[in-house]
């Protein structure tokens, strides 16, 4: 049997034969897929510090906005905006219809301006002449 370092190097192998562009978008909805995943688990706890559940929200609306444009260049940035809006909002019916996760319009606020914010920093960076 092998080690779980074996497997994730298989893994990493057989995403560098699809090519860059294509293990960077499997790479994506992987991440998409993982988040939403984590998002429906119950809490471990209570956050470090007040409003810490807003930051994570913006950090990684952030993040993957910048993701979606890696992984999406011609598309253009309100259709991503929009659908990575949706993809928050589903997120947040789907944790309102568990017993142990609430629903929350200020986590998907702090999810709207991350994606704002992602999206103009690819901006940019590629105004300034350095391709994402």
């Not at 978008?25 to 939403?36: E, K, M």
């Amino acid at each position: 049997m092998a080690t779980p370092e074996e497997h994730w190097l298989h893994i990493i192998d057989r995403l560098s034969a699809l090519g860059q562009k294509r293990a960077t978008r499997v790479i994506y909805y992987l991440a998409l897929i993982v988040i939403l995943g984590m998002a429906l688990m119950p809490q471990a706890g209570e956050p470090g510090f007040p409003q810490a559940d807003k930051v994570m929200h913006f950090l990684l609306f952030a993040l993957l906005a910048v993701g979606s444009r890696l992984t999406h260049q011609r598309t253009p940035a309100p259709y991503l905006a929009a659908g990575l809006l949706c993809y928050g909002g589903v997120m947040e019916l789907m944790q309102g219809m568990t017993s142990w996760r609430t629903a929350s319009g200020g986590d998907l606020l702090a999810d709207g301006l991350g994606i704002l914010a992602g999206l103009a920093a690819a901006r940019l960076r590629n105004t300034r002449g350095q391709k994402l």
